[in-house]
């Protein structure tokens, strides 16, 4: 199977039980953004915990521009998650890291096209530079999945 097939495949994998519980607490502002203010995690889930991801394609390449490198590292993000049996819904915090602003109407879509109706806790932080000066975004993730009785 290619590469696009497979992306296509994992993207299309029905949404994993979602382990956590999302909130936005009455007694603060709500989100500015997509994001949730808390994820709670049950005693005994499993934690997965994604190293920082860039915008760089299956084979090597790195796109040209940071909303570019944004949806990669989101899409390499949902398809790491996925290789363990979970979907963005299993996020419980997300980490994006920008050297370039991306607008945030466009930073916006572009989560919503790749994270769906997800919403996990989330901080954006802009650097002066990553690991190499042609990387314009890195996103690291924590996710969690319900263990399964094999596993317990």
Known sequence: MNRIAALACILALPAAASAQEISN??????????????????????MLYVAGQVGNAPDGSIAADAEAQYERALRNVVAILASQ??????????????????????????????????????????????????LMVEVEAIA???????QN
């Not at 607490?25 to 995690?41: C, F, K, M």
């Not at 969690?144 to 094999?150: C, D, E, G, Q």
């Open 85 to 134: 049996g979970a979907s963005p819904h299993n996020i419980v915090k997300l980490n994006v890291f920008l050297v370039k602003p991306i607008a945030y109407e466009r930073s916006a879509a572009i989560r919503a096209a790749v994270l769906g109706d997800a919403v996990p806790p989330s901080t954006l932080v802009y650097v002066v530079r990553l690991a190499r000066p042609d």
């Open 25 to 46: 607490p009455s007694t603060v502002a709500p989100p500015i953004g997509r994001y949730s203010h808390l994820a709670v995690v049950p005693a005994g889930s499993d």
């Open 144 to 150: 969690v999945r319900p263990k399964t009785r094999a």
